[in-house]
């Protein structure tokens, strides 16, 4: 017997850390300090988005197993914040038999939404999330913030990097891997221990390579305006020739592939491309939409009069 009903993997109600308490950048702290949130109108500092990517990593790893880790990418828009002590759970539609896209989405215990999201396996992973939401945008009528700023404006240089254990990573993340490992809502010794994982090194779980991929971001030099304050609003981490390892150096190249705005924010979506250090190699991708508060930044009514 058959039903042509839609199944899905559900996982716990976890309580996910705030790390970014402290985060500094431009010599101003960050949204998710909590005096910062209430001076811009939210309750309390939100947890940073990537870190409910890992609320998903076993219900992806169920329904595809290594693959995941090596040829994943988890595409999400954000919907609603979450402060630290509130409850969220992941869900992820179980696909069909040699399916490679789901749907995914997260909710709070009340059953607000948090994220909706595509997951696929490549290497062909057809349309994400991003791809469609890319693909509606308008372009903005007159970016103040954000008013230097082109498509196709690549970074300053080529960024090398790496993720040690004990590494801090710096005034954007000031903790180290190990750190949030304590932490973590699922962890696996895959995040660890070397001799346990298929690679026989230790892999960047998916929320850090984030931290990985923005750890370096200054040195892109992009031309925003500051001091603003922005927030991640749509995110898609994309693994060509994964896992990244623990301990291994990469090179980032960076560029803007589009710029669009709301009522409240201008952003600019930004391409970070991971090479293995010689930068030959494709590693992985990360599309991150920067949403700058337009009210964060003070000269914003004048300019935008005088222009």
């Known amino acids: 017997m058959s039903f042509d009903t839609s ?5 716990p109600l976890r309580e996910p850390k705030q790390m970014l308490a402290d985060q500094e950048y431009s010599g101003h702290t960050s949204i998710h300090d909590d005096s910062m949130a209430e001076k811009l109108g939210f ?11 890992s609320q998903f990593a ?24 979450v402060v630290e002590g509130e409850q969220v759970r992941a869900f992820v539609e179980r696909p069909a038999p040699g399916q490679t896209r789901v749907r995914a989405w997260a909710e709070k215990a009340d059953g607000t939404p948090v994220l909706e999201a595509s997951a696929s ?6 349309e994400t999330l991003l791809d469609q939401r890319m693909a509606k945008l308008r372009a903005p009528e007159k970016l103040i913030i954000l008013s230097d700023l082109q498509v196709g404006m690549t970074g300053a240089k080529d960024e090398h990097v790496r993720m040690d254990l004990d590494q801090h990573m710096g ?10 490992l304590e932490g973590i809502t699922e962890n696996t010794p895959w995040y660890s221990d070397p001799a346990s994982t298929p690679w026989g090194r230790a892999i960047i779980p998916m929320e850090m390579v984030s931290v990985l991929a ?30 990244l390892f623990v301990g291994e150096d990469y090179l980032i190249r960076r560029e803007i592939v589009a710029l669009s705005e709301s009522k409240r924010t201008e952003s600019y979506w930004v391409l ?11 590693k992985a991708q990360m599309l991150l939409n920067h949403a700058t508060l337009k009210h964060s930044y003070a000269n914003y009514e004048a300019e935008a009069s005088a222009s």
């Open 121 to 126: 396996l490549g290497p062909d992973h057809g």
């Open 7 to 11: 199944l899905f993997l559900c996982g």
């Open 58 to 81: 076993p219900l992806l790893a169920e329904i595809w197993g290594q693959g995941w880790f090596e040829r994943g990418c988890f595409s999400a828009h954000f919907q609603n914040m």
């Open 272 to 282: 970070s491309s991971i090479y293995d250090a010689s930068g030959k190699t494709l």
């Open 214 to 243: 923005e750890y370096t971001s200054k040195d892109a030099e992009f031309p925003v305006k500051q001091p603003v304050i922005g927030l991640f609003a749509d995110q898609e981490i994309r693994m060509i020739d994964g896992p």
């Open 43 to 53: 309750r309390a500092g939100p947890i940073e988005g990537p870190t409910h990517f």
């Open 171 to 180: 005034n954007l993340y000031p903790f180290s891997l190990k750190q949030k």
